[in-house]
């Protein structure tokens, strides 16, 4: 199982960035996919997770309505669409695979998850 994410940089606040999660040795539409992310000096967090299995998102309150997950399973790729950027955004984002079909309450929790990428910086500068 190998995770490998791209497309972070550097961003004015306001503008967007779309975050890739390429997978190796499993299908992404077969378990669920999360993205977290870790600012210095501060916990993992959830930020948002897919299970096209059964057709389930989750994103957390922070950044609804300005993040949009989805996958792409020719490409056996995830990705979070970014918009709206803050600098609060700023932080290392990973993402992560759930290959045991965690209960769902679980899924947005970092402690739940085995698998990781090696992460991506979003820098939002204001």
């Known amino acids: 199982v190998q995770l490998v994410e791209s497309g972070g940089g550097l961003v004015q606040a306001g503008g967007s960035l779309r975050l890739s999660c390429a997978a190796s040795?499993?299908?992404?539409?077969?378990?669920?996919i999360g993205w977290f992310r870790q600012a210095p000096g501060r916990e993992r967090e959830g930020v948002s997770r897919?299970?096209?299995?059964?057709?389930?998102?989750e994103y957390a309150d922070s950044v609804k309505g300005r993040f949009t997950i989805s996958t792409d399973n020719a490409k056996n790729t995830a990705y979070l669409q970014m918009n709206s950027l803050k600098p609060e955004d700023t932080a290392v984002y990973f993402c992560?695979?759930?290959?045991?079909?965690?209960?769902?309450?679980?899924?947005?929790?970092?402690?739940?998850?085995?698998?990781w990428g090696q992460g991506t910086q979003v820098t939002v500068s204001s």
């Open positions: 992560a695979a759930d290959l045991h079909y965690l209960e769902r309450y679980r899924l947005l929790s970092p402690n739940s998850y085995e698998n």
């Open positions: 040795g499993f299908n992404v539409d077969d378990h669920t």
């Open positions: 897919i299970s096209t299995y059964d057709g389930s998102v």
